[in-house]
């Protein structure tokens, strides 16, 4: 909290108040309260030496400061600081458990190490709770099956059962509490039946507002790490020159763009005839190729034809030909800045099991003719952005996706996204650390069965 030159005070951070000029004794109660753990009375005491005026007018700060989640609270059980409450709001506050009732961890909450201690906090909730000791922890782990305050009491030994009653009050404010009924079975609301706990806390972590840190183009790396390099090497195989296919006559040859958005269709099985080198190349060029434009009246400078966030590409193209006419059987690496293919290995295990692995993600009785692995390199998405980094690369995968659609439908090739691939399988067989550069998305691509229909 910094005092400005007008009296008022800037509360900067997380959350971010300005208060009107108080007075020196208020101004007193505001430093004790931003320097360390202070009781209420303690406060109304440092805040009333001048009059009763001015302990109100604390009180109605304080309300202010929980009201935008400026405070927290901390539970002390015989000195030892159980847990604290952070931000505890008046909006969170609540009756708590009664006696008697039995209640669990809601299966959305989680804990990690943080600071020295252990965060419980839940994608439900914007409260979070800090444990600094091992007692917060152990009443957790008691809390794996419907307890009540006295019977959870009765477990962790040196926590009285009033610190145990307020402890449970705590966690039900940060929504990481839920009540068992007879049976022992917990309550959980309609809405959240068919939510996945890791979808539910990604969807909330990568969303207004952020839970902690922030959100967006932050470049928080900046001091830290390197920045990555805009463009990545290419791998030291044989290098395959594909040909640049001619965009004008490809704009007479393709059908009008409504009826190629109508005609888009996921198809999965190939027909006899090979997908040929010649169209995967144009495909390519078409769909995720390296131009050259002006964005946003700025300097020329590299552009896909997809659009990317802070047109960083983070995404990277490998195909897998299993049946491509005129392309030996392995996998490869397109390089966009040469539009060129780059053979990084044959039919290894590892490759034949991302085709099989194909096979059953869409059902096929065979295996595709062409696999397309879209990676991505992690670190230059959150390098610069906070909080929503993997989520926009998803995003990133979305819209390449659709542009492949779209030009393999206006090509007439048979194109199909896949729900799902092995991230795993795919390091092994790239050789590429999955943690700098990982599989996001994979993509069927070949001659359909039916060339009526194409």
């Not at 800090?130 to 477990?155: D, I, N, Q, V």
């Not at 044959?346 to 869409?362: C, R």
């Not at 896949?418 to 998305?441: I, N, T, Y």
Request: hydrophobic content about 40%; glycine content about 12%.
């Amino acid at each position: 909290m910094t005092p400005t030159t007008d009296g008022r005070r800037a509360l900067q951070g997380r959350v971010q108040l300005v208060l009107p000029p108080v007075s020196t004794e208020v101004g007193a109660a505001l430093d004790a309260l931003c320097g360390g753990l202070h009781g209420a009375d303690e406060l109304t005491g440092l805040a009333s030496r001048a009059g009763v005026a001015d302990a109100a007018t604390l009180q109605l700060l304080l309300k202010a400061l929980g009201t935008h989640g400026a405070l927290s609270r901390t539970l002390l059980s015989e000195g030892i600081p159980l847990a604290t409450l952070t931000p505890a709001t008046p909006r969170a506050s609540g009756p708590g458990p009664g006696q008697g009732v039995r209640h669990t961890l809601s299966r959305f909450a989680f804990t990690r190490p943080v600071d020295g201690g252990t965060v419980l906090e839940t994608p439900l909730s914007a409260t979070r709770v800090w444990m600094p000791t091992w007692h917060g922890p152990a009443l957790l782990g008691a809390l794996a099956t419907p307890r009540s305050s006295e019977e959870l009491g009765a477990l962790v030994p040196g926590i009285s059962t009033e610190a145990v009653t307020v402890f449970l009050r705590m966690l039900a404010e940060a929504g990481v509490l839920t009540e068992a009924g007879p049976d022992g079975a917990p309550h959980e609301s309609e809405a959240l039946t068919t939510w996945e706990f890791h979808d539910l806390l990604f969807h909330s972590r990568s969303r207004w507002p952020p839970r902690e840190g922030g959100t967006g183009a932050t470049y928080r790396f900046r001091d830290r790490v390197p920045k990555p390099p805009e463009k990545k090497e290419p791998p030291s195989g044989e290098m395959l020159a594909l040909p640049v296919p001619d965009l004008a006559e490809a704009r007479r040859r393709d059908p009008p763009f409504t009826e190629v958005l109508e005609r888009r269709r996921s198809i999965r099985e190939h027909g006899p005839r090979r997908v040929t080198l010649a169209e995967l190349g144009e495909l390519l060029y078409r769909a995720v190729g390296e131009r050259q434009a002006a964005l946003q009246g700025g300097p020329v400078r590299e552009a896909r034809p997809y659009p990317a966030g802070g047109g960083l590409y983070e995404s990277e193209v490998y195909v897998i030909a299993h049946q491509c006419e005129g392309l030996e059987r392995g996998l490869y690496s397109y390089r966009p800045e040469n539009h060129a293919l780059y053979r990084m290995t044959g039919a290894t295990p590892e490759v034949e099991q991302l085709l099989k692995g194909a096979v059953t993600g869409a059902a096929l009785s065979e295996s595709p003719q062409v696999l397309l692995v879209l990676t991505a390199r992690f670190a230059t998405v959150a390098w610069k952005y906070e909080s929503m980094a993997y989520a926009l690369m998803l995003k990133h995968v979305g819209v390449i996706f659709q542009t492949l659609y779209m030009v393999a439908t206006a090509m007439g090739l048979a194109p199909c996204a896949l729900g799902g691939g092995r991230a795993d399988v795919f390091a092994r067989a790239s050789g590429l650390d999955p943690l700098v550069e990982g599989s996001v998305g994979e993509f069927l691509l070949g001659a359909p069965r039916d060339t009526s229909k194409s």
